[in-house]
């Protein structure tokens, strides 16, 4: 039995989960609901823009209207448009205070003139709403609605809220329909993997029993129920739906933004949003108020109706909800990416969460990724909303500049509407020329166990396969986790391996060729030789055998602490040290040391205590530089060698001791990869029985550079290694020419320079790449006369190049 005609439905107002409500519009007792029937039925539509100062877009790309805003507003309707329509425009202010009358526009949509046919507008000044109309051509149709809007300003605010809404959430159900078909036609096969990606992006209630149906039936399958697809935003009726069988973190996006949701929150379970009253209480005998849906495509709005339009009395007012008129609200996209993004490929995805509505309209515009190199050099890279993929997908502007390799920066940005729109940062790597390296002090590897070992390379994030290989045996894959924007921790299975070179073979995605990392694997042996202390030291050498599995050697009085391992062809040296001790040992004691391993198991050792070891004291040092190789830098203190100079130092024997005829320096570089003995032979003389005086020529270190230690070096015992200078490589400067603002370096090997600046601070110093080749500088003109140079061998210390 149909409804009586005072009776009013307003059906899917979604929001509410894309749930239905119907909503009795007339003004008496309560009537039994009916089936609401979909906004399916296509109406007229219209074509809008809104200009902001300059600039002008098509409405499909403004969330929101802002005062001042100037909006051209003209029906869209066929060349035999049989019906005239009267267009009408309101603009709203208030619940509790009507508009004034000047704030509605009416144009005539039949008339030839532009000026009589079509709407041009500007948002008044404290408008908070707007309302469209389309009405058939009948006398007094304006003054009707002009009393309407008057007479209920509120409940046309409601009204076009809701409207709007309801404009948003279809725009999801049909991104979702379109996207599910599109999948259906072209890779049925993969509708599995990619309707829950959808699903999550737009924020739709996903039948996950669809994707176990066979394939030809799971899109029919997907779309059926349209109506209760949509997810609500929090405050429906129908949010006790989504809180089963779907994420509760998609119904819970939909508040993040303005649009989605008008920015309300509600707990309360059964809360139904009273919609559009007003079409039933403005109801006569003369017009009868039908709500519309419009989905917006660039300048078009397409008016969607639920039931079809009556030109006959009660005749038809179509009502088109316009975007609230507020301030831009852009919605705060998060990054969900749980590491470093591999950019190797074509089509890398910027996964973020947070906004369905970047996906189904056109308010985010001109979205762009900004890519930081580690030099500071930026790029933009065009992006694309994917929501099938789940995130913004970075197109190409052709191969990337070099220095785009290792870790890069990105910042997704773009406009929302008229507004600057700047979404999360991410981490993307890719990979280079680089070799991948074992961090820091290359571990003893046993066989007959798994080995923990972490490897560090430019871009982990871009791993595909790791391969252990040992000779022409057969490869084996390896699993690994990223650590940090650096780092791959893996674990080597040598447990049924032999002894011998092993090799660790990681695959970049998109390289052909791996980067191959050599190691040994040692056999597994448990053995302590000896342990080597000194009278007075709180710290003694082990040696030995898997040394490794040592977690402490405990001596009267005494707890000594692994420091550092080192391999020394087959035998492993374990340098110990004591944290606080009430010890004195003397030369010739005998103890007995109880070797702990970190099994649980203990060995005891016996040792006896050998003389105490030398102490030096550093006196003085001078440095010089070679006659006629000035370079034209002048360096500044005691504490730079060049690599063109000569070092003298003195030093002096602690506590009243005397060197001996066959004492020696050894001078070494702090890795200990080179080092020089100086001795009575080459450059060592004795000052006085305490003293002795010591010359280095810096040639004998090359091609060593950095920081230089020294050490006595005595048959029974050396002392502890002490600091000495830093020894650093100087480029060759052939001159220097100024003019206007900047300076011009003009030299060879400029590569060996870090950074140039123009005060002893280095503000805002001018850097040079790694791997610079020219043979020109640019840098600003220096304030004093003089530039500062930070040598990539000395970083914590400058030279000076006087500008003249």
Known sequence: MPLPSRWRTLPWISGAAGMALTILLASGAPAP????????????????????????????????LAEGDRLSIRADLPEDQGARFLLLSTFLRGATNPPPKDWIKAAETWKKKDKDNSLSLTVPKGARQMTLFLVPDTGGAESTIVDAVRGKPGEFIRATQELNQASLDR??????????????????????????????????????????????????????????????????????????????????????????????????????????????????????????????????????????????????????????????????????????????????????????????????????????????????????????????????????????????????????????????????????????????????LVVGRDNALTLTGEAPACVEGVVLRQGDGARQSLSWTVQGTDRLALTLPLADRKPGDIRIEV????????????????????????????????????????????????LPGMVLRPEELTREGSVDRLRLVAKGTDASFKTG????????????????????????????????????????????????GQDLLPDDGRLVFSVQADQGA?????????????????????DSANGLRLSGPDVMVATLDPEALAPVSGPLRFRLLRHGGSSDWQPLVTLARLPHIEGVICEAQDCTIKGQELFLIEAVGGAPDFEKPTTVVQGFTGSILTVPLPRDGKLYIRLRDARDQAVVLDVG
Request: proline letters at 7%.
């Open 171 to 444: 725009s999801r159900l049909d991104a979702f329909m379109a996207a599910i078909r599109r999948q259906e036609n072209s890779h049925p096969e993969y509708l599995r993997s990619v309707a829950p990606a959808l699903a999550r992006s737009l924020s739709m209630k996903l039948n996950d029993e669809c994707l176990s149906k066979v394939v030809e039936l799971q899109a029919s399958c997907l779309l059926e129920n349209r109506e209760q697809l949509v997810l609500a935003d929090v405050h429906s009726s129908s949010i006790a739906e989504t809180l089963t069988g779907a994420p509760t973190d998609l119904a819970l996006q939909l508040s993040s933004t303005r649009e989605a949701g008008y920015g309300f929150y509600s707990p309360y379970i059964g809360v139904v949003r009273d919609v559009a009253k007003i079409f039933g209480a403005f109801s006569n005998p003369e017009f009868d108020y039908l709500p519309t849906l419009s989905i917006r495509r660039d300048a078009t709005a397409a008016l969607l109706l639920n039931k079809a339009p009556s030109f006959q009395k009660p005749k038809s007012v179509l009502v088109v909800g316009m975007p609230a008129i507020e301030a831009d609200s852009p919605p705060r996209l998060r990054s969900a990416a749980s590491g470093p993004i591999c950019a190797a490929r074509p089509g890398v995805v910027l996964p973020v969460e947070g906004a369905p509505l970047i996906y189904s309209t056109a308010y985010a515009r001109k979205m762009m990724v900004r890519l930081t190199a580690g030099s500071g050099e930026t790029i933009d890279l065009p992006v694309e909303a994917r929501a099938d993929r789940g995130g913004y997908v970075v197109g190409s502007n052709g191969p990337l500049p070099a220095v785009f390799k290792g870790t890069v920066k990105g910042h997704l940005y773009g406009y929302w509407g008229f507004e600057r729109f700047d979404g999360p940062d991410f981490t993307l790597q890719l990979p280079g020329d680089a070799s991948w390296k074992v961090e820091g002090e290359a571990p003893t």
């Open 33 to 64: 609901a009916a089936e609401p029937a979909p906004f399916e039925l296509g109406g007229p539509g219209l074509r809008i823009t809104v200009a902001r100062g300059a600039q002008v877009l098509p409405i499909a790309q403004v969330p929101t």
């Open 507 to 554: 695959k970049y995605q998109g390289m052909a060729a791996p980067s191959v990392l050599p190691l040994k694997a040692y056999a597994q042996a448990s053995r302590l030789d000896g342990l080597s202390l000194h009278a007075g030291d709180d710290r003694a050498i082990l040696s030995g055998q898997r040394l490794d599995q040592v977690a402490a050697v405990e």
């Open 589 to 636: 004691d005998q103890v007995t040391a109880r070797v702990r391993l970190k099994d649980g198991r203990s060995v005891n050792l016996a040792a006896t205590v050998e003389d105490a070891r030398p102490r030096l004291t550093l006196l003085s040092k001078s440095i010089s530089r070679r006659t006629g190789e000035g370079r034209g830098l002048r360096l500044t």
């Open 658 to 678: 005397v060197f001996r005829a066959d004492d020696a320096l050894e001078v070494a570089s702090a890795d200990g990869v080179k080092a020089v003995t100086l």
